[in-house]
């Protein structure tokens, strides 16, 4: 396995825990811009990541 890919899967790791945390942040009402977006940035940065990794397939 290349050090890259190793690298992406290290990062998707990373995101997965991010993106609980972000989650959990969420309140279950009025749910702030700010962290909608986060959390969509994240699952952007992690939906990338899992195209690379299925490229090198």
Do not use: C, F, G, Y
Not at 9 to 25: D, H, M, Q
């Amino acid at each position: 396995m290349t050090a890259e890919k190793e690298n992406i899967k290290k990062r998707l790791l990373e995101l997965e825990a991010e993106i609980t945390e972000t989650k959990k942040r969420l309140p279950a009402h009025s749910v702030k811009p700010r962290v909608m977006m986060d959390l969509l940035e994240l699952e952007d940065e992690r939906d990338d990541l899992l195209a690379q990794l299925s490229e090198e397939v």
